[in-house]
């Protein structure tokens, strides 16, 4: 497996144990945003802005 | 016939330049050094020149040169001085020595301890 | 993934175009660059570097500037634009990649990076991608995060080594690396980026329910702690900076530092051999004073020879005329006694009268005697002077002087030669420290010393203020639980808000250590699958990863190994690196390093040569003449080497790498 898979692999298992109230597909999205960005040492305010848009998205969804 | 030795002694006005620098280059530590070498070179080498190239200038007194009268000795006993005084032959054996130890110079080195290596195989007149 | 070709143009030393081809059959993977030094063979790594990445390594690791990775003598020239053009293929695709880097129109001579204007395309089967998909693609197949791991040469394998040292400053440097390799830096972003939103979303909660009176003395405590939180987070910033820029300092020193010993060295050499040089001119003059006084008198040996023959001569006259001195002598002795007797006629032997006819004959043989000495006479003249003239060339002594001014000559000579050497030497040391001030090495020192001590000092700061940041971080969590818990806030928006991302925090936060494991797992495994191949100690059963990423060989029982020689070292590191390339990449990509042969015996040099091949999908040798014999030494992947290239220095700016046959 490659280390990135195995990244990804970590994290579903932590969301599982440690963030039951996480949806896998938040946790696989945002590991996307941070593989995508991973090269971007200084200008990191995309990903979190990226981040922080899925995140409102869902709370949308799911607070409507 | 009494023949009567001048109390100077000196060299052809070309040799004379030609002693300076074998002087200045360090071949001797004195001119004179330079002069009685020549003279021995000259006779070591069987030459009897006939007179000076050029103008003649004294440079030495005889006693400076030859103070125990070894160079006259030698000269009288290696050359047929004639009626010629045997300091004048001395100045003409110098005159060539000069000239000839200056062109050894020039063409590259001036082996002294060579030089006296092969005075030991020089043909015996 | 597999490299085709290369094309470099005016890039470090390899001056206009010239182009490295790789061998891409199956079976015969393996490319050998000869070359006698290190700079040919490190800029092709750094074409390499540069192509996939835009980087360029020089010593220490250190990123060279753009601007001094063209070549001078183009720049000489004029021409100011470099390439480097990469094909490779992967996963069934063409790939054509171009970076360029070109002056910009308004600068004369370029002096920085941005002097230049950098481009790059990648094409796929023929198709442009666009700028944004160009990375990510290449990362794809030959990760920059990974590419230490196979794209480096013998700095980093000291480095690996210096890992094994547990503790050591280098060690935690590798660690840092190897993690951020590893996929590591992912989630640690996440769980950064995540926290920074979670911090946002509380206190928008906390906002919202600063109303609620219940609340009050939770939310006040809250915002103390938050101001205490930011504070510390600043200061760590601050911190990190400091430590980053103390250990820059640092490092710049520590070369300039090692730079000035080899000066200082040559210096002193350099006051040895003045003092050497000053003693032989010495010592020269004296043998030529000496010389000079036993050629004052030379004049003298050079007659000698003539004067001996001439001396010669007149003893052998001196010897007749003394003959004739004695014969004249017994003649008159004769006449003496015939006169004798005639005046007495008594003969003096017997005392008889002479007769008349002895009278006759003592009177014939008188007369005869007397015209004889008649005859003779100025023998004693001539002796005289002979010897005189032999007691005067006595007087010319000579001093046999010739012997001596010929050993005179010969010492001179020797001291001579010697000093044209000394003098040679001389003027390259100066040509070394031309420029530097050895004075300064002293002053370097003190202050590289006084930056380790800051640079503990600091580290020590910022583990505790991370420690002290942690502890409110704590706090921070339990008042916002117990906020978000209440009745009213557990229908809010933000509310939910704070709550999904104290998850994906928690998830990102946790899965960085457990990660970590399992890759050190991985590793493991994988280094003991090459050190068993390389080893020639059957008895080792593998080697045993520890939290820094050093490794330890274990026996059969598994004990650690605790004395492990110099190969076994390299080796161990070659396991490591290999382990980390094929646990950082999917498929066994293309491998280039330096041969890392000099402290490893036969076997393990065959070992490594015969395994590294069938790891990776080209395995590219960068040979050092003076180290391996590349005909023999290369011996064991004889039939595997698809291409030979070499790199000759054709000037002191320019190398040629050129295809070669072993």
Redesign the interface.
């Known amino acids: 497996m490659r280390a990135h898979d195995m990244a990804l692999d970590a994290l579903l298992t932590a969301g599982k144990q440690y963030a039951q109230q996480v949806p896998e597909e938040l946790l696989r999205k945002a590991y996307e945003i941070q593989i995508k960005y991973q090269f971007e040492e200084d200008e990191r305010e995309i990903p979190l802005k990226e981040m922080s848009r899925m995140v409102e998205d869902y709370v949308n969804k799911t607070t409507i | 016939m009494i023949i009567q030795e001048p109390n100077q002694i000196g060299i052809g006005e070309v040799a004379h330049v030609k002693l300076k620098k074998l002087h200045e280059d360090r071949h001797f530590a004195e001119m004179r050094d330079a002069y009685r070498f020549a003279i021995a070179l000259a006779l070591a080498h069987g030459v009897v020149p006939k007179d000076i190239t050029g103008s003649r200038q004294n440079i030495y007194s005889v006693a400076t040169v030859d103070p125990d009268q070894s160079l006259y000795t030698a000269i009288k006993a290696l050359i047929n001085t004639g009626d010629t005084p045997v300091y004048r032959w001395a100045e003409r054996l110098a005159d060539w020595g000069v000239i000839e130890m200056s062109k050894r110079a020039d063409e590259g080195t001036l082996d002294i301890g060579q030089i006296l290596k092969e005075s030991e195989t020089l043909s015996l007149e | 993934m597999k490299l085709i070709s290369l094309s470099m143009r005016n890039f470090m030393p390899f001056r206009g175009e010239q182009k490295v081809v790789f061998p891409t059959k199956p079976g015969q993977n393996v490319m050998v660059v000869l070359g006698n030094n290190m700079r040919g063979k490190t800029s092709l790594l750094n074409a390499l570097r540069w192509g996939f990445y835009g980087i360029a390594k020089g010593r220490h690791l250190r990123d060279i500037p753009l601007h001094l990775l063209h070549n001078t003598d183009a720049g000489l020239d004029g021409d100011w634009e470099m390439e480097i053009a990469i094909q490779f293929e992967a996963e069934g695709f063409l790939y054509d990649l171009r970076r360029r880097a070109i002056k910009k129109k308004l600068v004369t001579i370029p002096g920085k990076p941005d002097d230049f204007e950098v481009t790059l395309q990648l094409q796929r089967d023929g198709m442009a991608m666009t700028g944004e998909q160009i990375?990510?693609e290449i990362?794809r197949f030959i990760p920059?995060?990974?590419s230490r791991f196979f794209l480096f040469d013998g700095e980093l394998l000291q480095e690996y080594e210096s890992l094994l040292i547990e503790g050591s400053d280098q060690g935690k440097h590798i660690k840092e690396a190897i993690e951020q390799?590893?996929?590591?830096?992912?989630?640690i972003?996440?769980r950064?980026?995540?926290g920074?939103?979670l911090k946002k979303a509380r206190k928008q909660l906390s906002s919202e329910l600063s109303h609620l009176k219940v609340a009050e003395k939770d939310l006040e405590k809250q915002r103390e702690y938050q101001v205490k939180s930011d504070a510390y987070e600043n200061d760590l910033q601050k911190l990190r900076d400091t430590l980053k820029k103390t250990k820059d300092d640092r490092a710049l020193l520590d070369d300039q530092i090692e730079e000035c010993e080899s000066v200082y060295d040559a210096k002193q050499k350099l006051d040895e051999f003045e003092r050497q040089r000053d003693r032989i001119i010495k010592e020269i003059e004296r043998l030529?004073?000496d010389k000079?006084?036993l050629?004052?008198n030379?004049?003298?040996?050079?007659?000698?020879?003539?004067?001996l023959?001439?001396r010669e001569k007149l003893a052998a006259e001196q010897r007749r005329l003394m003959n004739q001195i004695q014969h004249r002598t017994s003649i008159e002795n004769e006449a003496h006694q015939l006169r004798k007797i005639l005046e007495l006629s008594i003969c003096p032997t017997c005392g008889q009268t002479v007769s008349q006819t002895r009278h006759d004959e003592v009177n014939s043989r008188l007369g005869a005697l007397e015209i004889e000495l008649q005859a003779k006479g100025g023998e004693q003249d001539s002796f005289s002077s002979i010897s005189a003239?032999i007691d005067?060339?006595n007087?010319?002594t000579t001093q046999e002087?010739?012997e001596r001014?010929?050993d005179k000559?010969n010492q001179i000579n020797r001291f001579e030669v010697e000093l044209t050497k000394l003098e040679n030497d001389i003027e390259k040391l100066r040509d070394e420290i031309k420029g530097h001030d050895t004075a300064e090495i002293t002053r370097k020192r003190f202050i590289r010393d006084s930056l380790i001590k800051e640079q503990a000092k600091i580290e020590t700061e910022v583990s505790t203020t991370q420690k002290q940041l942690e502890t409110i971080k704590q706090e921070l969590d339990i008042i916002a639980r117990k906020l978000s818990n209440l009745p009213q806030a557990r229908t809010a928006?933000s509310s939910?808000?704070v709550?999904?991302?104290?998850?994906?925090e928690?998830?990102?936060?946790?899965?960085?250590d457990?990660?970590r494991k399992?890759?050190r797992e991985?590793v493991e495994e994988r280094a003991t699958e090459a050190f068993r191949m390389m080893t020639t100690q059957k008895a080792y059963s593998g080697l045993k990863i520890n939290k820094n990423y050093g490794l330890s060989i274990i026996d059969e029982a598994d004990r650690v190994i605790q004395v492990r020689s110099a190969g076994a070292e390299q080796v161990v590191a070659l396991s490591l690196i290999d382990g980390l390339s094929r646990?950082?990449?999917?498929n066994g990509g293309p491998v280039v390093m330096d041969t890392p042969f000099g402290r490893l015996d036969l076997q393990h040099r065959d070992n490594i040569l015969r395994y590294l091949p069938t790891t990776t999908s080209q395995l590219i040798l960068l040979v050092h003449d003076g180290e391996i014999s590349p005909k023999t030494d290369l011996a064991p992947i004889a039939d595997r080497i698809g291409m030979t290239y070499i790199i000759n220095e054709s000037g002191p700016r320019h190398s040629v790498i050129e295809r070669t046959a072993l």
């Open positions: 990375e990510p990362n920059k995060q990974v390799v590893l996929g590591v830096p992912a989630l972003n996440g950064t980026e995540s920074t939103l030529n004073i000079l006084e050629v004052s030379a004049w003298r040996d050079l007659l000698r020879p003539k004067i023959a001439r003239e005067k060339l007087k010319i002087v010739g001014i010929r000559d928006r939910v808000l709550d999904t991302y104290e998850g994906i928690k998830a990102f936060s946790e899965s960085i457990s990660l399992n890759l991985q646990t950082g990449r999917s």
